[in-house]
């Protein structure tokens, strides 16, 4: 059964940083392209990045381009997303996702099947 576990959020004031880690297990992790999503209290779940199964490959949407990073570490089964210079609307509950076929590289449009529970991040000032 795969698992996926989302840990790293948190509170952070405008500006700051954070480093999300999502560790999955039950699949082999290096096969699969992995996504990042968001959720805000009120509105629907939004793409946020992916890295592709070998990690060559990144996607960002355009609203966080510049400022967050994805990346991946095979050895560790671990995927993650690396946010600087955040914003309030940034606040949401962010999700890991992985892809559902193999050797994918990652995009906003491909299946995810499987997903973590979510960790929250709240952006203040």
């Known amino acids: 059964q795969v698992q996926l576990v989302e840990s790293g959020g948190g509170l952070v004031r405008i500006g700051g940083s954070l480093r999300l880690s999502c560790a999955a297990s039950?699949?082999?992790?290096?096969?699969?392209?992995m996504g990042w999503f968001r959720q805000a209290p009120g509105k629907e779940r939004e793409y946020v990045a992916a890295?592709?199964?070998?990690?060559?490959?990144?996607h960002y949407a355009d609203s966080v381009k510049g400022r967050f990073t994805i990346s991946r570490d095979n050895a560790k089964n671990t995927v993650y997303l690396q946010m600087d210079s955040l914003k309030p609307e940034d606040t949401a509950v962010y999700y890991c996702?992985?892809?559902?076929?193999?050797?994918?590289?990652?995009?906003?449009?491909?299946?995810?099947?499987?997903w973590g529970q979510g960790t929250q991040v709240t952006v203040s000032s």
């Open positions: 996702a992985t892809e559902a076929a193999r050797y994918g590289s990652g995009s906003p449009h491909s299946k995810y099947d499987y």
């Open positions: 039950g699949r082999t992790f290096s096969s699969y392209a």
């Open positions: 890295i592709s199964y070998g990690g060559g490959r990144t």
